[in-house]
């Protein structure tokens, strides 16, 4: 920043601006611009369904799944409001596929879309980004649209007769329409349309076939009647053409609709009302005395977006059908219809859909609703992020230990899961797995090489063993993200600077009863499934202090690289050169095993995770990835144990176990455990926690 800051300041302001923003343009210069880019005279579907596109993708090799950066990588805002998690994505590719759907005008167009899902599932998070996207999108050179305002219009006065309000000179189309709505049909109509869309490269096409507004309507019968049906006077004397820009605060072409009191709505607040100092001057049922202040009408040409909308009286959802179905509204009083065109979304939790799924009343508006559902995430390390993302947009500097993050996401997923107790009748009956490894296979850990997992079976099948599909009901993220709050806050009056995970247990133990949106039947079962995921966590401290006090980083990658080469060698039935007597030799099959074991491989075993491994590192060459053996989790887990019982021999283990508040751990683990992202006070905690159970299986 310099001297001038202000200056600055415009300038950055100014660069938001539409460069021509503030332009006069006729009649004709749009007609010809739509001919030579007829984008920008799309509809509100084709807008908001190339604007996905247009801040880019990603496209998954193996699913097959678009990763729209809007989502993934949030352009807008360098990333501060991505959203995480293979579900979520797959409900974004149904979301824009129903566009693309609307876009072509096919069925889907006639569809409230409807987001569907548990409370904290980031419905309104992600459809308040859409609209922000959407403002962004229309201020851009490829998402530009225009409409149209009246001028002149007293000219409509006569001497004896004032048709027009003289304060009123100048009227901005009420429903910001686009121009070509001023096309009268005819045969010149279809010969413009076609061709622009011969000018038009898409899989969609430019229909325009809305009325004039009420409004528009009025002014052009009267100037025709003044003109003796002269159009082109009245369109180069009294139509003036501007750019529109999206702005949900100002409610141009974004509207957004929240139910005040549910059981008594007013249907102004969707269509619009008279106003009665304009109906003293042009009389009742005269259109310009009617207000387009509706969010309907406000969300012409863009988004409609509703919140909650099942917690409205059956009643004032009717006003929703002609709305999507025929996709007009009819205000109150004489007022004729008025053509509408907007994406309509709304929002609910599921408590209200659960209420309304049965009620008979509901039918007709069922029958035009598109559900989407919106589950949480089944991915712990993807649960992690939200939880890591927040406390990162804080100002709080609690230093959060390893694990923290994952085991409370693995804990939430968990209770988002069906168990896996599957019918005698299917193919997975069998499957030896418990809630805890169910949810580190939808995470995509490994487990063993006994079984092969497939994954997206287990996925169909506890669906249909749910009543709804899983990830609709279980632990909030705003749950955990409050407990590991607390836990921060409580930390901080005991003067301490971290918080790990057994801080955040002891936390959702204590505040599950206290939370009225956890059942109490499922406390017991949740309560199950956090004491496995301490058990995970013991598991992960006791590596963690092992990596500290015997591994070496060097040691690991060596004899990581050496288990590498003698499979290699073993699965390409190869010899290898001794390094001391330069000899030809076999693999060296008693390291590979004594390797193996450390994992739970036997020997009939061996030869499905030697070509696992094989696999694997095939995948990483292929991609031009490091062949770092250290990079492969069970890998190195079992290279970990074997470097453990070759030097475990050398430990003093008592010296693992506090004994008072003045005897120090040795200074070099301490040193090492904050190497791999401990505090100070966090790695004397898990030293504590997990040496003493360290030393006091080691001495058994």
């Not at 601006?17 to 007829?38: H, Q, R, S, T, V």
């Not at 971290?498 to 009863?513: A, D, G, K």
Request: aromatic content about 10%.
């Amino acid at each position: 920043m310099g001297e001038n800051l202000i200056a600055e300041i415009n300038e950055d302001y100014q660069q938001n601006i539409p460069g021509d923003m503030n332009e006069e343009k006729d009649f004709e210069w749009y007609l010809n611009e739509a001919i030579e880019d007829p984008y920008i005279s799309r509809s509100a579907y084709q807008r908001v369904s190339d604007m996905f596109e247009f801040y880019g993708k990603d496209e998954e090799v193996i699913t097959g799944r678009d990763i729209y950066k809007m989502v993934s990588e949030d352009p807008l805002d360098d990333g501060e409001n991505v959203f995480y998690g293979n579900e979520f994505h797959d409900f974004v590719n149904k979301y824009v596929d129903i566009l693309k759907n609307g876009a072509q005008d096919m069925e889907l167009k006639k569809k409230l879309i409807l987001l569907a899902g548990p409370v904290g599932a980031a419905k309104s998070h992600f459809d308040r980004r859409v609209r922000e996207y959407f403002e962004d999108y229309t201020r851009r050179e490829d998402g530009r649209m225009y409409t149209f305002k009246w001028t002149n219009l007293t000219e409509l006065n006569t001497k004896h007769n004032k048709i027009q309000d003289p304060r009123e000179d100048e009227v901005k189309s009420p429903m910001n329409q686009d121009p070509l709505a001023l096309l009268p049909k005819g045969d010149l109509k279809k010969e413009i349309l076609y061709q622009m869309n011969e000018n038009l490269d898409e899989s969609y096409s430019i229909r325009m076939d809305q009325n004039l507004d009420p409004v528009s309507a009025f002014y052009m019968e009267k100037f025709l009647e003044k003109y003796d049906d002269d159009l082109e006077s009245v369109l180069n004397n009294h139509i003036e053409v501007e750019r529109l820009v999206a702005d949900e605060n100002r409610k141009e072409a974004i509207a957004t609709f929240v139910p005040q009191d549910p059981k008594n709505q007013d249907e102004s607040e969707l269509t619009g009302e008279f106003m009665v100092s304009k109906k003293e001057f042009y009389g009742p049922g005269d259109p310009r005395a009617f207000s387009y202040s509706g969010a309907f009408c406000n969300a012409n040409r863009g988004i409609f977006s509703g919140e909650e909308l099942l917690k409205l009286q059956t009643e004032f959802l009717y006003d929703f059908l002609h709305a999507t179905e025929e996709r007009w509204i009819q205000p109150r009083g004489n007022n004729p219809k008025v053509d509408i065109d907007s994406v309509i979304v709304g929002r609910t939790n599921m408590p209200e859909l659960k209420e309304k799924a049965d009620d008979e009343k509901m039918e007709a508006f069922n029958s035009r609703t598109l559900r989407i559902d919106v589950p949480y995430i089944l991915e712990y390390e993807e649960e992690a992020k939200i939880y890591e993302r927040s406390l990162k947009n804080s100002d709080n500097d609690t230093h959060i230990e390893p694990h923290t993050f994952e085991l409370a996401g693995l804990f939430a997923v968990m209770s988002r899961l069906e168990e896996p107790d599957f019918p005698e009748d299917s193919s997975l009956s069998e499957l030896n797995i418990d809630m805890l490894d169910k949810a580190k296979l939808y995470n995509g850990d490994e487990l063993d090489v006994s079984n092969k997992y497939d994954i997206d079976k287990i996925k169909d099948e506890s669906d249909e063993m749910a009543d709804l599909i899983e990830g609709m009901e279980g632990i909030s993220p705003r749950f955990i993200n409050e407990a590991i709050n607390y836990a921060i806050m409580e930390n901080n009056r005991k003067g301490k600077d971290f918080v790990s995970p057994l801080n955040v247990f002891r936390t959702i133990e204590n505040e599950m009863p206290k939370k009225g949106t956890i059942k109490d039947r499922d406390i017991e079962h949740y309560l199950d499934n956090l004491e496995a995921v301490k058990d995970e966590y013991t598991q992960r401290a006791e590596n963690d202090v092992r990596r500290a006090i015997a591994y070496d980083e060097d040691e690991i990658t060596e004899m990581g690289e050496k288990y590498l080469e003698e499979v290699t060698a073993y699965i390409d039935d190869t010899t290898l050169e001794d390094q001391f007597t330069g000899q030809k030799r076999e693999p060296d099959e008693s390291f590979m095993r004594d390797v193996e074991k450390k994992v739970g491989v036997n020997k009939d075993m061996k030869d499905s995770f030697r070509r696992e491994i094989s696999n694997w590192l095939a995948r990483r060459a292929h991609k031009g990835e490091p062949l770092d053996p250290t990079e492969n989790e069970r890998l190195r887990n079992a290279i970990e144990m074997k470097a453990w019982d070759d030097k475990k021999d050398n430990i003093n283990f008592k010296s693992m176990v506090k004994k008072s508040d003045d005897e120090l751990e040795e200074p070099e683990w301490i040193e090492n455990l904050k190497k791999i992202g401990y505090s100070e006070g966090g790695a004397r905690e898990v030293l504590n926690f997990a040496g003493a159970k360290i030393a006091k299986e080691e001495s058994e």
